[in-house]
T-cell receptor, first 113, second 116 residues
Framework: AQSVAQPEDQVNVAEGNPLTVKCTYS??????LFWYVQYPNRGLQFLLK??????LVKGSYGFEAEFNKSQTSFHLKKPSALVSDSALYFC???????????FGAGTRLAVHP | DGGITQSPKYLFRKEGQNVTLSCEQN?????MYWYRQDPGQGLRLIYY???????QKGDIAEGYSVSREKKESFPLTVTSAQKNPTAFYLC???????????????FGPGTRLTVL
């Protein structure tokens, strides 16, 4: 069965420090991987996706993610965190086409001034 | 501006009532989805529709119904058979397939349903 794991319920980072939000996946076949961000009582906003090609994917708001096939991971990173980055982050995997997204449980990122 | 709208933003339902959540998109997207969000559980798929007049059950379809009479509209009805309907409901749509893989899903702002 396909699944996504986000091992950390919450990540705390000081403003200006680098941040990492972890994601691992389990799928049969080639995965299509996504990161979304959600602010309180709002819908999800797309950050970035990995389809094929370069393992380092750059996305919105200075975020990037590294696809690691051997470790089945797709960790979200940012070199310098902002207080405004504080939100709920979701990793998701799709098998392509109009297939559903399978979401992780989410990781709450708290960036402290 | 193109996007997805959901209404109402907040909805209160008495036990035993059916309620309908609206989802409209003007992005000309073919496929639309309904997800349910509960704290600590991520998003779970309720129903999805790839084309007009066709839809498929997702992982947690029991107690819900949908229709897709128009490309831009995908309303969700929460019936009295849904035992625990209090949740945040999100509608999404997708442009379709790109040349190398799927496009990302666009999400509406959500409807928070509370059963009194």
């Amino acid at each position: 069965a396909q699944s996504v794991a986000q091992p950390e319920d919450q990540v705390n980072v000081a403003e200006g420090n680098p941040l990492t939000v972890k994601c691992t996946y389990s799928v049969s076949g080639n995965p299509y991987l996504f990161w979304y961000v959600q602010y309180p009582n709002r819908g999800l906003q797309f950050l970035l996706k990995y389809i094929t090609g370069d393992n380092l994917v750059k996305g919105s708001y200075g975020f990037e993610a590294e696809f690691n096939k051997s470790q089945t991971s797709f960790h979200l990173k940012k070199p310098s965190a902002l207080v405004s980055d504080s939100a709920l982050y979701f990793c998701a995997v799709s098998l392509g086409g109009y297939n559903k997204l399978i979401f992780g449980a989410g990781t709450r990122l708290a960036v402290h001034p | 501006d193109g996007g997805i709208t959901q209404s109402p933003k907040y909805l209160f339902r008495k036990e035993g009532q059916n309620v309908t959540l609206s989802c409209e998109q003007n992005l000309n997207h073919d496929a639309m989805y309904w997800y349910r969000q509960d704290p600590g559980q991520g998003l779970r798929l309720i129903y999805y529709s790839q084309i007009v007049n066709d839809f498929q059950k997702g992982d947690i379809a029991e107690g819900y119904s949908v229709s897709r009479e128009k490309k831009e509209s995908f309303p969700l009805t929460v019936t009295s058979a849904q035992k625990n309907p209090t949740a945040f409901y999100l509608c999404a749509s997708i442009r379709g397939m790109g040349t190398t893989g799927p496009h990302e899903q666009f999400f509406g702002p959500g409807t928070r349903l509370t059963v009194l």
